[in-house]
């Protein structure tokens, strides 16, 4: 089955306290993203990837990384986090051939005290 | 660079009642577009797509869109709306060709249903 897999689904942390929310798919897709989602803000892009050790800045890249050392993964990593970063996740991958359809994994929902 | 502008943040209506959620996008060149649903505590799902070809655009769960270029408006559309219809609606441009092929999300519209 086709999908885009993210773990954790949701994840309680603490100021400062490193994490990594790991993304992959099965599909071979080029294209991967990260969007956080706020209330009233919408999906807001945070990083972006156009193949392996191809990585862009999005909208909102400020506290996070990401890495793409393989097709199939594209981890988010929050080095320090902090409170502003509570959030809903969603990782997405994309390819030409499929248009440009977005497929998104079911989200984690972050929270950092 | 792209955007989308979804100028409604909140719709209310009525169950049975049509439905219009807005989108306006801008883009350089012949763009694709895209419609998703968020239903509550779920991911996103894709409702239609334009790519090229007839303007008025079928879906899923009886939803329809229209791309109109002169007005750069992809406006989403559902005769009669079921109390199952409550989400938040996403629209969504990307390049055809060139470009970024990551789409750019509007801001969303949450639909709100009543019986």
């Known amino acids: 089955e086709a999908q885009v897999t993210q773990n954790p689904r949701y994840l309680i942390t603490v100021t400062g306290k490193k994490l990594t929310v790991t993304c992959s798919q099965n599909?071979?897709?080029?294209?991967m993203s990260w969007y956080r989602q706020d209330p009233g803000l919408g999906l807001r892009q945070i990083y972006y990837?156009?193949?392996?050790?191809?990585?862009d800045k999005g909208d909102v890249p400020e506290g996070y990384k990401v890495s793409r050392k393989e097709k199939r993964n594209f981890p988010l990593i929050l080095e320090s986090p902090s409170p502003n970063q509570t959030s809903l996740y969603f990782c997405?991958?994309?390819?030409?051939?499929?248009?440009?359809?977005?497929?998104f994994g079911a989200g984690t929902r972050l929270s950092v005290l | 660079a792209q955007s989308v502008t979804q100028p409604d943040i909140h719709i209310t209506v009525s169950e049975g009642a049509s439905l219009e959620l807005r989108c306006n996008y801008s883009?350089?060149?012949?763009?694709?577009l895209f419609w998703y649903v968020q239903s509550p505590g779920q991911g996103l799902q894709l409702l239609l797509k334009?790519?090229?070809?007839?303007?008025l655009v079928q879906g899923i769960k009886g939803f329809e869109a229209e791309f109109k270029r002169s007005q750069s408006s992809f406006n989403l559309r559902k005769p009669s709306v079921h109390w199952s219809d409550a989400a938040e609606y996403f629209c969504?441009?990307?390049?055809?060709?060139?470009?970024?092929?990551?789409?750019?999300f509007g801001r969303g519209t949450s639909l709100i249903v009543h019986p």
């Open positions: 997405a991958s994309t390819t030409t051939s499929a248009k440009n359809i977005q497929y």
């Open positions: 599909m071979n897709h080029e294209y």
């Open positions: 990837s156009m193949n392996v050790e191809v990585t």
């Open positions: 883009y350089g060149a012949t763009p694709y």
């Open positions: 334009y790519f090229s070809g007839d303007t």
């Open positions: 969504a441009v990307a390049a055809a060709s060139g470009g970024s092929y990551i789409p750019t």
